[in-house]
């Protein structure tokens, strides 16, 4: 499974933003889609999943209550709805898909084995 994350950009504190990931490829009810970010120097950190085709939805807890995780399985897409920005959510964000993850590994990096590029994202002060 390929994917391919788009959006991102440079906004204002307290501005929006959003991204979308399209996956290409095989996938099942069983795929698992979600979005981390990562910082120069630091590790890749959780920050959304859908889980499976189940309809749940996990937040980091840096996020909790401003982004929204969304997921059209039609398109085989999945987005990130970006509000109430700060600066410190800054970084470089990638989209993440793996198939069978277990619900205890969604906040892990290494349980996800197909990656998308990368996008940049800039807040502002």
């Known amino acids: 499974v390929q994917l391919q994350a788009s959006g991102g950009g440079l906004v204002q504190a307290g501005g929006s933003l959003r991204l979308s990931c399209a996956a290409s490829g095989r996938t099942s009810s069983s795929y698992t889609m979600g979005w981390f970010r990562q910082t120069p120097g630091k590790e890749r950190e959780f920050v959304a999943v859908?889980?499976?085709?189940?309809?749940?939805?996990y937040y980091g807890d840096s996020v909790k209550g401003r982004f929204t995780i969304s997921r059209d399985n039609a398109k085989n897409t999945v987005s990130l709805q970006m509000n109430s920005l700060k600066p410190e959510d800054t970084a470089v964000y990638y989209c993440a898909g793996a198939h069978g993850i277990i619900l205890s590994s969604i906040r892990v990096a290494q349980a996800y084995d197909s990656w998308g590029q990368g996008t940049q994202v800039t807040v502002s002060s």
């Open positions: 859908f889980w499976r085709n189940s309809g749940y939805k």
